[in-house]
């Protein structure tokens, strides 16, 4: 069974970072691509960032060069470095994994981590 966990949420003031950290565990999958979303009540999850076709990277209009994903381990581990942060950040954070293996392509979310800035 394939998890992803994610760790490094918590409360930050107005400019503060955060570093934000996926990994994952139970995967056979021969190709996966990782990456991060963020939801809040009332609203729809959003991308947040995310590695596609190897090695590119997708942000969200909102990031606005704040924020730098990363991957020390390439396909099981991802990183999300938050800079600047701002109150609008306040979400639960998820990470999410596609894959590929014997045929098949499959979604994977982690439990999210809650991050709050706020004075």
């Known amino acids: 069974q394939v998890q992803l966990v994610e760790s490094g949420g918590g409360l930050v003031q107005p400019g503060g970072s955060l570093r934000l950290s996926c990994a994952t565990s139970g995967s056979v999958a021969t190709i996966a691509y990782m990456g991060w979303y963020r939801q809040v009540p009332g609203k729809e999850r959003e991308l947040v960032a995310f590695f596609f076709h190897g090695e590119m990277t997708k942000y969200a209009d909102f990031v606005e060069g704040r924020f730098t994903i990363s991957r020390i381990s390439a396909e099981n581990t991802v990183y999300l470095q938050m800079n600047s942060l701002k109150p609008d950040d306040t979400a639960v954070y998820y990470c999410?994994?596609?894959?590929?293996?014997?045929?098949?392509?499959?979604?994977?979310w982690g439990q999210g981590t809650q991050v709050t800035v706020s004075s």
């Open positions: 999410n994994r596609r894959e590929y293996y014997s045929g098949t392509w499959s979604d994977y």
